[in-house]
């Protein structure tokens, strides 16, 4: 009885964390990615902020940085988003 609880207990915690990642990776905040631009045709490394809209639903990404471009504003199309 032992090792099917403390087995039981391993699984939820493994749940858990795998639910945690998930949110940390792909929830609001700011991730970086790599990207190939579809203008340039190169590799790109972008810094993406993704907001929480209403409840259980982000916004659109929205693309704050990009290794292609010197720093400040971003203000080419974004194309690198919708591929």
Avoid: N, Y
Wanted: net charge negative.
């Amino acid at each position: 009885m032992t090792v099917d609880l403390l087995a039981a207990l391993v699984l939820a915690v493994a749940v858990v964390a795998a639910g945690l990642l998930a949110i940390h990776e792909r929830g609001p905040g700011r991730h970086r990615e790599w990207v190939r631009c579809p203008e340039s045709k190169v590799a790109a490394q972008v810094l993406v902020e993704r907001q929480e809209g209403s409840f259980a639903a982000l916004t659109p990404p929205d693309v704050v940085a990009c290794s292609l471009l010197p720093e400040g504003q971003v203000d080419c199309g974004k194309k690198c988003l919708q591929s």
